[in-house]
């Protein structure tokens, strides 16, 4: 053992910090853009949240709102039903006939 292994070992780890350091620049750049990237899928799983907990309270009050007319207009609409089922029923068939008079 003369000590020649150690000194190319240490030359070898000193050369191996050198490429470190050279890579740590473009290693740091990436690094930031992915914080960067992971802030802004942060923000927006926020937003979304936010739409998604507004949309549920939207929702929910508009069922409350619909169910509420329903159970004051009950009777009205049962009587009313007819009228617009037909309706409905007349504005499909006009369409099929255009249909298929432009075939």
Excluded: F, M, W
């Amino acid at each position: 053992c003369d000590g020649s292994g150690d000194a190319k070992k240490k030359e070898n780890e000193e050369e191996e910090e050198e490429e470190e350091e050279e890579l740590d620049p473009r290693i740091q750049e990436e690094l930031e853009h992915l914080n960067q990237a992971n802030e802004e899928i942060n923000r927006v799983e926020l937003q979304l949240d936010e739409a998604r907990t507004t949309y549920r309270r939207i929702l929910s009050e508009s069922a409350r709102k619909l169910n509420t007319q329903g159970s004051q207009l009950g009777n009205c609409i049962e009587k009313a039903r007819p009228y617009y089922e037909a309706r409905r029923l007349a504005r499909e068939a006009q369409q099929e006939t255009q249909k298929a008079a432009l075939r």
